[in-house]
């Protein structure tokens, strides 16, 4: 080992990091494997980082009172965009090859006494004066959904008539009682570049994001999250797997849908990954 290569795996490799954004600390990684033990930290703080300015520079001005809107939701980031920033990455979504910016918030849905008639038109369709403010379970009838001040903030700025909601009944969203886990997603898109997708879970059915991650969430590298703190410049960010990602290798965990589990896989072998 030479001098260079001495000082390159001790610890001025963490203050180097600290001025790299996370393609150029993969970069150094692959040159030089042995320091993934010491750069973990400072790798998951400049993935962190970059999410962070991401948002500044996606949403500018409103970035403040998105970042505000996150932490009084108490909303998580996760998702592929992880991945993506871990790896220096972007990659095309679904939505009209948009970036999929998936977050998540936790809410308690309110269930509608079908026995009271009340409450319901000549056509069955439930009556509720503040339609503003909430939104129904049309299909089933058996609960609604209110608006928080981030539904409100994202509704405000996305693009006009790019935005609308969709109750998820999909069996990969419920769990094994034929129950909903995920309840509405809200897609909004910004600068025609990016959909922010705010994932509704309802919060009868885990205690935390960790548990819902840990509990549903079907490829070890994709057990990620990103939140903010109440504190200026504060964040937090989980990152499961960080040498699976880096080295493009993963595992199933969770499978609730192996069909749907299959297909992301297929995605995934596509972006270079392999399964074990």
Known sequence: MNTFQYIICGDPCI??????????????????PKILPKITN??????????????????GDSYSEFRKEMVSANAILSGSLIIQTVLGERWAGHNFNRLDVDIFLRVDPIYVDITDTESFNSRGVYIFPDYDNYTFYNNEYKFKLGYTGLHRFLHKIKDENNGFSRYVTHSQYRDEFGENVILRINDYV???ENIFQIVELNSAKHQNYQEFITDTVDFDICKNFFYYKDHEDGFDIVIENLNG??????TFGYVHDLKLSNERREKYIKRCFTFD
Do not use: S, W
């Open 245 to 250: 990602i880096i080295n493009r290798k993963a």
């Open 190 to 192: 910004i600068k025609n």
């Open 15 to 32: 203050i180097i990091c600290k001025f790299l954004n996370p393609k150029d600390i993969l970069t150094l990684y692959n040159m030089y």
């Open 42 to 59: 400072i790798y998951k703080r400049r993935v962190g980082e970059e999410i962070d300015k991401f948002f500044k520079d996606v949403l």
